[in-house]
T-cell receptor, first 110, second 112 residues
Framework: KQEVTQIPAALSVPEGENLVLNCSFT??????LQWFRQDPGKGLTSLLL?????REQTSGRLNASLDKSSGRSTLYIAASQPGDSATYLC?????????FGAGTTVTVRA | EAGVAQSPRYKIIEKRQSVAFWCNPI?????LYWYQQILGQGPKLLIQ????????DSQLPKDRFSAERLKGVDSTLKIQPAKLEDSAVYLC??????????FGQGTRLTVV
């Protein structure tokens, strides 16, 4: 059974600092890995998707890396802003099914 | 392109009552998922449909939960009777051939 772990569970940083969020998974035979953002009381918004053949994806201030062999992915958010405050979830896909971590709740202090 | 639509957004019921949630996936998306997200946890897959057939319902508590997807489009998830531990956000998602899934806004259920 695929286990997905996200550390830390919560993170508080001052505005402008870079964020580093970690995700690890136990089964490396994944099809892809997806990072989501979830605001309180809302659904999931997809941020980045990395296919198994890729090593990283970038979108604006966001960069996600994937190391399948070690079962790890890292989401970097550069120059954090208060609007980045949210819960960030990673999910791995195997057989068209997503397995999620519990998320990292980020607070960016103005 | 319209996203995944879910209704209602919020529902409060008493334990032992029944409740139903509705989901309309993105047009043309053959795969539809229902996830349960308990506060402080990541979403957990309840059931996966491919068109109108069930692909995986191994984590669906079948004694009280049921789901159907008529004509391979809209889907409903029902809970009868509800328990306190069913309080959660119920998320619907859909996907097609491209990798990745698209999620709706979710339905927040509170059982009192």
């Amino acid at each position: 059974k695929q286990e997905v772990t996200q550390i830390p569970a919560a993170l508080s940083v001052p505005e402008g600092e870079n964020l580093v969020l970690n995700c690890s998974f136990t089964d490396s035979a994944i099809y892809n890995l997806q990072w989501f953002r979830q605001d309180p009381g809302k659904g999931l918004t997809s941020l980045l998707l990395i296919q198994s053949s890729q090593r990283e994806q970038t979108s604006g201030r966001l960069n996600a890396s994937l190391d399948k062999s070690s079962g790890r992915s890292t989401l970097y958010i550069a120059a954090s802003q208060p609007g980045d405050s949210a819960t960030y979830l990673c999910a791995v896909e195997i057989d068209y099914k997503l397995s999620f971590g519990a998320g990292t709740t980020v607070t960016v202090r103005a | 392109e319209a996203g995944v639509a879910q209704s209602p957004r919020y529902k409060i019921i008493e334990k032992r009552q029944s409740v139903a949630f509705w989901c309309n996936p993105i047009s043309g998306h053959a795969t539809l998922y229902w996830y349960q997200q308990i506060l402080g946890q990541g979403p957990k897959l309840l059931i996966q449909f491919q068109n109108n057939g069930v692909v995986d319902d191994s984590q669906l508590p079948k004694d009280r939960f049921s789901a159907e997807r008529l004509k391979g489009v809209d889907s409903t998830l029902k809970i009868q009777p509800a328990k306190l531990e069913d309080s959660a956000v119920y998320l619907c998602a859909s996907s097609y051939r491209d990798p990745g899934a698209f999620f709706g806004q979710g339905t927040r259920l509170t059982v009192v």
